[in-house]
């Protein structure tokens, strides 16, 4: 299973960005994308790497502060194998490299070792 993230850049505090990651290599025949929760981590510059927020298979969000909450949305289309997270607000604390990892699990875990598949991470970076 491959994930490809993209649709980070370079944007002024108060922009929005939305976030691509694409799941691909499964046999979606027997393992649906509504089989994946897809979580999206973030590692700013010598920083640890945090959990930001996931979707579950039926759609469902989780997020790791109510700051994140109130900015950022999450969303799916099982049918193209894809999940999306609209970043708005913009703050230069949120400038990191942003994954995406997948799970076979109906819930979205905050810990990155329990996700077996990763992306290479697309590079958000907000200027104030």
């Known amino acids: 299973v491959q994930l490809q993230a993209y649709g980070g850049g370079l944007v002024q505090a108060g922009d929005s960005l939305k976030l691509t990651c694409v799941v691909s290599?499964?046999?979606?025949?027997?393992?649906?994308?509504?089989?994946?929760?897809v979580a999206w981590f973030r590692q700013g510059q010598g920083l640890d790497r945090e959990f930001v927020g996931g979707i579950n298979g039926a759609g469902g969000c989780s997020w790791y502060s109510d700051d994140v909450r109130g900015r950022f949305a999450c969303s799916r289309d099982n049918a193209r194998n894809t999940v999306f997270l609209q970043m708005n607000s913009l703050k230069p604390e949120d400038t990191a490299v942003y994954l995406c990892?997948?799970?076979?699990?109906?819930?979205?875990?905050?810990?990155?070792?329990?996700?077996?598949?990763w992306g290479q991470g697309t590079e958000v970076t907000v200027s104030s």
């Open positions: 290599g499964s046999d979606f025949s027997r393992w649906p994308m509504s089989t994946y929760s």
């Open positions: 990892a997948a799970s076979q699990a109906l819930v979205v875990f905050h810990h990155s070792n329990e996700y077996d598949y």
